[in-house]
């Protein structure tokens, strides 16, 4: 059974950081390019970031570039997003997802693995 479970999502003012994690299991987990989505209330599920399964090439939307960093450790089947300079705009519940795909598919629906999603609000 496929596992993704996110957590460190919380609340945090304007301008501060927090880190995502994602743990997985029940799959091959170095086999998979991972991502970290988003979606906010009447919004569309968008991609955030997301990090090969070799941790060689990264994708990260417009919106966050220069601000979120993904990282992944294939050693523990984890991987993460440190997200800085928070705005209000990033309020959001984050998703991670596994697939076997490229880092630059923005589509939710190729990726074959959710978790549950944790919520991140920032107060302006």
């Known amino acids: 059974q496929v596992q993704l479970v996110e957590s460190g999502g919380g609340l945090v003012q304007a301008g501060g950081s927090l880190r995502l994690s994602c743990a997985a299991s029940?799959?091959?987990?170095?086999?998979?390019?991972m991502g970290w989505f988003r979606q906010a209330p009447g919004k569309e599920r968008e991609v955030v970031a997301a990090v090969s399964w070799r941790n060689t090439r990264k994708y990260y939307g417009d919106s966050v570039k220069g601000r979120f960093a993904i990282s992944r450790d294939n050693a523990v089947n984890t991987v993460y997003l440190q997200m800085s300079s928070l705005k209000a705009e990033d309020t959001a519940v984050y998703y991670c997802?596994?697939?076997?795909?490229?880092?630059?598919?923005?589509?939710?629906?190729?990726?074959?693995?959710w978790g549950q999603g944790t919520q991140v609000t920032v107060s302006s």
């Open positions: 997802a596994a697939g076997r795909v490229d880092v630059t598919t923005t589509r939710p629906d190729e990726y074959a693995y």
């Open positions: 029940g799959i091959i987990f170095s086999s998979h390019t």
